[in-house]
């Protein structure tokens, strides 16, 4: 009979994938904790020995979990205080995490997996991120193979829309600089010139004190926005270089207690397109140790 030790073994051998997909899925990495926990416990009491591949067995509990976690965390961000963003995760911190394959990390993309179903997303998680054939994904999700094909084509479509070309690290990594010189001094030519025309920016704060509970959409209120409250978030402020999931980032840290600001640009060649401010403390603990 399989020993616990031998559980033990093939789970944490297969305990990053099993992260990778349900952060994907829930954009939140205590929630995919969470999920991975409940694995764990489900993968004890199973008898193993009727289990032909213990990866794909525990992808499926994985995604099945993840996928009912979706469906009631949408009721609960009713109640959430202004935006709602991805749980940011450190990626320099937790290289496993993006080891497969980066797809379906990057911090903006998160946000546009929220667009899709609980079940789009999964499927579209699994092919796209993992590479799963659609055959296997069909029995995942306990749809056919053909319905399978429908959901990732039909999750391309949506997502193709809120899609930009990436810039590479470097220039990601140049053009926060560029912005946080602005954004300081509070220069509103040179911010204006950083934006696409599409710029919005979005504060996660959940009601914490500071932080915007609207959406700032455009060129002239986006800058309107950064550039009022320079004079007073900015001076004596910490500004440290961070990587928030696989792309350059920055975490201005709170004067007094936990939590602070973690700033993450979408951006392409043609500007800044999104400011995503997380400011919820619950969110930056990875960040502010």
Request: net charge negative; glycine share 6%.
């Amino acid at each position: 009979m399989d020993s616990l030790e031998n559980a033990a073994s093939v789970f944490t051998e297969l305990r990053p994938r099993l992260f990778g997909i349900a952060y994907r899925m829930l954009g939140s990495a205590a929630e995919a904790e969470d999920v991975v926990q409940d694995v764990w416990l489900r993968w004890q009491d199973t008898d193993r020995s009727a289990v032909q591949s213990p990866p794909a067995f525990l992808a499926t509990i994985a995604t099945r979990l993840s996928i009912n976690v979706a469906r009631s965390a949408r009721a609960r961000r009713e109640s959430y205080i202004g935006p709602w963003l991805p749980e940011p995760v450190d990626t320099s911190a937790d290289p496993t995490l993006g080891a497969e394959r980066g797809e379906a990390l990057e911090f903006a993309f998160l946000l546009l997996l929220e667009r899709l179903t609980p079940t789009e997303r999964a499927a579209y998680v699994l092919r796209e991120a993992f590479v799963y054939p659609y055959e296997q994904i069909a029995e995942i999700i306990q749809v056919s193979a053909a319905n399978a094909r429908q959901l990732v084509s039909r999750a391309r479509k949506h997502l193709a829309a809120g899609r930009h070309e990436p810039i590479d690290k470097t220039e990601h990594r140049r053009l926060l600089e560029t912005f946080l010189d602005a954004a300081q001094s509070g220069d509103v030519v040179a911010l204006e010139h950083l934006f696409a025309e599409d710029v919005v920016s979005l504060t996660d704060g959940n009601g914490v004190r500071g932080a915007a509970r609207l959406v700032m959409h455009g060129v002239p209120r986006v800058t309107k926005f950064v550039a009022s409250f320079a004079p007073r978030f900015w001076p004596g402020a910490t500004v440290t270089f961070v990587e928030a999931n696989g792309a350059p980032a920055v975490f201005v840290p709170a004067r007094e207690k936990t939590g602070g600001a973690l700033l993450v640009l979408d951006a392409s060649r043609d500007g800044i397109h999104q400011l995503l401010w997380v400011m919820n403390p619950d969110k930056l603990a990875g960040y502010s140790k």
